[in-house]
T-cell receptor, first 110, second 112 residues
Framework: QKEVEQNSGPLSVPEGAIASLNCTYS??????FFWYRQYSGKSPELIMF????GDKEDGRFTAQLNKASQYVSLLIRDSQPSDSATYLC??????????FGKGTKLSVKP | GAGVSQSPSNKVTEKGKDVELRCDPI?????LYWYRQSLGQGLEFLIY????????KSGLPSDRFSAERTGGSVSTLTIQRTQQEDSAVYLC??????????FGPGTRLTVL
């Protein structure tokens, strides 16, 4: 049974700081990794996906993958209050579905 | 273009009743997924449809849950004899590539 673990938080950072969100996964064979953002009462929306070891940058967001350590992270630079949400880490399951962690709640304080 | 739509947005039912939840995927998306999210929990995979192939039902929590997809498009998730533990937000997602799954707004089910 694949598992995805995240610190539930809340993680509180001041506006303008770097927010670092972390995720570990149990299946060493996992190939695809995703970060979703979910505002309260809303459905998840994809922020980034990453397949290869290393960093992938998209605007203020950077995803980092370390397959040897089975570790994925998301960095948010210049954090804004509008980034306050729950961030869900997910890996692809054997059926093409996504296996989600329980999410980390991020709060960016003005 | 239009995103994934789900109906109803909210459903309150009594324990023991049957409910049907509907999902209308993005046009052209061949893959359709159902998940549920209980309060304070992550998303739990329920069932997956790929085109007109038989669905993968491995995530369904009990035989009270069933789903169908007509014409490779609209899907209905049916829960028979609802129980209080079925209360959750039921989310549908569709995908064309299997990479990015686009989620609908969800149906909030409350079983009294």
């Amino acid at each position: 049974q694949k598992e995805v673990e995240q610190n539930s938080g809340p993680l509180s950072v001041p506006e303008g700081a770097i927010a670092s969100l972390n995720c570990t996964y149990s299946d060493r064979g996992s190939q695809s990794f995703f970060w979703y953002r979910q505002y309260s009462g809303k459905s998840p929306e994809l922020i980034m996906f990453i397949y290869s070891n290393g960093d992938k940058e998209d605007g203020r967001f950077t995803a980092q993958l370390n397959k040897a350590s089975q570790y994925v992270s998301l960095l948010i630079r210049d954090s804004q209050p509008s980034d306050s949400a729950t961030y869900l880490c997910a890996v692809t399951g054997s059926q093409g579905n996504l296996i989600f962690g329980k999410g980390t709640k991020l709060s960016v304080k003005p | 273009g239009a995103g994934v739509s789900q109906s109803p947005s909210n459903k309150v039912t009594e324990k023991g009743k049957d409910v049907e939840l509907r999902c209308d995927p993005i046009s052209g998306h061949t893959a359709l997924y159902w998940y549920r999210q209980s309060l304070g929990q992550g998303l739990e995979f329920l069932i997956y449809f790929q085109g007109n192939s038989a669905p993968d039902k491995s995530g369904l929590p009990s035989d009270r849950f069933s789903a169908e997809r007509t014409g490779g498009s609209v899907s209905t998730l049916t829960i028979q004899r609802t129980q209080q533990e079925d209360s959750a937000v039921y989310l549908c997602a569709s995908s064309t590539s299997g990479i990015e799954q686009f989620f609908g707004p969800g149906t909030r089910l409350t079983v009294l």
